[in-house]
């Protein structure tokens, strides 16, 4: 049997599309300096964007895929074969010239005021989000055109922690960037006054300045880990964190503070910090009720099993089945012809 064969497209940082030989071998060069450049300084070398798009690289080659990446000749050979989307919205103009139905998403786009018409273009089909509340941001505008999807986690490379000695009580992870400084101070730092008092050891790992093995490494020495995200699309860096079995405490106000907010609606516009998250993971807190939250949080300590959690929420297996299922109804639209947004499935995007 014949191995499907998926094509995606991806431009950001880490890798950009090109078309044409000369390009793609200078692409690579560049890609290879800027690995080699990052990793000297241990700095972070691979975005959000570009994590989960490797992430469903490799669920799609476990699922039997045969994935091309930016392959615009394969393309071309096969015009109403769909392409996959992903990465910064840089992607959209450089893929003009293919005449390919497209999947769009995760990623492209942080508000719906973005990309208001992006469906003008019959070559857009659907669209993919991450989570609940991000798709309910961009529903008055994108419609029945969503469709939802995760980056799923192989447990088979990220083994638990369990049995493993644990001097650190707790690693913070920082991603406060709103407003930090005010922000900082009335919830890390008054976190870390809490843990203090209680003579609890505690290290701080910054999004956007660690190195990722260092990461792993101290969420290998942690007792539990507190997540201070204004709020997640997905959220893979504290999946990580639960699909090592080590428990999270994590900061959720339950609204959207992005500047952006202001200008969809007048209203507070839900979301949440930890979009896949039950009482397996650990326990979510505002500020105002942190002291009482951490409390019950710790006497649970024990009983979470995040790794479970991840091993039926959030794995491979099902991201692979999501995304082929969401690629296989822009290709029969299309197969359809004419109007492939009117033959889009009418029902309510959610997972199947």
Known sequence: MSRPEILLFYDGFELRAVDGFSRVAREQARRAARFVYKTARRGQ??????????????????A???????????????PATPIGVLGYSSVLEKLDGLPNPRLLGPGLFSSPLECPDLFSDPRNVLYLQSSEWVEALFAPWFTNRQRRWFAGLDL???????????????LIY????????????????????????????H???????????????SLR???????????????IAYQECLAMNVPVFAWDEGVWPNPMARQISDQPIPSTSVP????????????????????????MLPQFSPRRFVSSELSAAKSARLYLHA??????????????????DQRPAGIV
């Open 45 to 62: 070398t691979k975005t959000g964007f570009y994590t989960a798009f490797a992430m469903l690289r490799t669920c799609l080659e476990q």
């Open 156 to 170: 088979d490379r990220i083994p638990a922690n369990d049995g493993t000695p644990k001097p650190i009580d707790v």
């Open 276 to 299: 896949y998250f039950d009482e397996r993971c650990g326990r979510r807190f505002t500020m105002a009720s942190m002291e009482a939250d951490w409390a019950r949080f710790l006497a």
């Open 174 to 201: 920082d991603k406060i960037y709103f407003d930090r400084d005010a922000v900082y101070d009335r919830t890390i730092g008054k976190f870390r006054d809490l843990l203090d008092r209680h003579n609890l050891c």
């Open 203 to 217: 290290t701080t790992i910054r999004y956007g300045q660690y190195y990722r093995p260092d990461y792993l490494r």
């Open 221 to 235: 020495s942690s007792r539990c880990m507190a997540f201070f995200s204004h709020s997640e699309t997905q959220g």
């Open 327 to 344: 690629y296989s109804e822009v290709g029969a639209a299309h197969r359809l012809g004419g109007d492939t947004g009117s033959r889009i």
């Open 64 to 78: 039997g895929c045969r994935v091309k990446v930016n392959d615009f000749a394969a393309a071309r050979r096969s």
